[in-house]
C-alpha cells in the first residue's frame, strides 16, 4: 500500500519567513495530494490540493508543488503570520482512488 | 450549514465499558471514515465505509466495529475497550470514495482507564 513520510516533524520560523514541508509518497500511481492544517484543539481542514496532472498550484501565500518522477510533494507559505501556527498534514491518494494516506504531521510554530 | 457532528466531544471510561461515539453529516456523502489521531503516528484510517450497508476496514481497525443503517451516520463501536483505544477519534466524511477530500468532525477525545 501507499507510504507517506512527512518531514520535519517540527519547524520554528520566524514570523515573514518562508516555511516548507516535504512529504514523499511510495505509489508511483498516486494522483491526488492534500494538505490540511490542524489548529491547537480543532480539526483537520484541508487548506491546499493538488492533482498527479499539475506541477504547481497556488494560492495566496500558500502554494503546492509535485516532482512526479522523485514522489515528492511540498507545501510552501510565505510570508509566514502567527496564525499559521498549526500542525500540518500531508496525503496522498494511492492506486485506483483507493485511501488516503497521510503523514505524520509537521508542527509549525511561527516566531513573534 | 453543512457538517460533520461528533458525539460525545471528550468521554473518560473504564476498560471493558461498552461505548459508542455517534457521527452524522448532512452533506449527502456517500463516503464515511473513521480515524484515530496519535502524537507521532499522524491520522490512521480505523474503518470507512462507501455507502448504506458497505463498511471496510482500515489500517487499524482491532477493537473497532461500525455500522451504516443510513447514509448519514457512522458510529464507532468499542465493545471492550482498552487503555491503548485512548485517543482523539475524527470521523469525516466525502462525496465519492475513500480519496477524495475529507471533511472532519470536531473530533472525540476518548481516554480508557
Known amino acids: 500500500g501507499e507510504n507517506v513520510e512527512q518531514h520535519p516533524s517540527t519547524l520554528s520560523v520566524q514570523e515573514g519567513d518562508s516555511a516548507v514541508i516535504k512529504c514523499t509518497y511510495s505509489d508511483s500511481a498516486s494522483n491526488y495530494f492534500p494538505w490540511y492544517k490542524q489548529e491547537l484543539g480543532k480539526r483537520p481542514q484541508l487548506i491546499i490540493d493538488i492533482r498527479s496532472n499539475v506541477g504547481e498550484k497556488k494560492d495566496q501565500r500558500i502554494a503546492v508543488t509535485l516532482n512526479k518522477t522523485a514522489k515528492h510533494f511540498s507545501l510552501h507559505i510565505t510570508e509566514t503570520q502567527p496564525e499559521d501556527s498549526a500542525v500540518y498534514f500531508c496525503a496522498a491518494r494511492g492506486r485506483g482512488n483507493e485511501k488516503l494516506t497521510f503523514g505524520t504531521g509537521t508542527r509549525l510554530t511561527i516566531i513573534p | 450549514e453543512a457538517q460533520v457532528t461528533q458525539n460525545p466531544r471528550y468521554l473518560i471510561t473504564v476498560t471493558g465499558k461498552k461505548l459508542t461515539v455517534t457521527c452524522s453529516q448532512n452533506m449527502n456523502h456517500e463516503y464515511m471514515s473513521w480515524y484515530r489521531q496519535d502524537p507521532g503516528l499522524g491520522l490512521r484510517q480505523i474503518y470507512y465505509s462507501m455507502n448504506v450497508e458497505v463498511t471496510d476496514k482500515g489500517d487499524v481497525p482491532e477493537g473497532y466495529k461500525v455500522s451504516r443503517k443510513e447514509k448519514r451516520n457512522f458510529p464507532l463501536i468499542l465493545e471492550s475497550p482498552s487503555p491503548n483505544q485512548t485517543s482523539l477519534y475524527f470521523c469525516?466524511?466525502?462525496?465519492?470514495?475513500?480519496?477524495?477530500?475529507?471533511?472532519f468532525g470536531p473530533g472525540t477525545r476518548l481516554t480508557v482507564l
Open positions: 469525516a466524511s466525502s462525496l465519492q470514495g475513500r480519496g477524495d477530500t475529507q471533511y
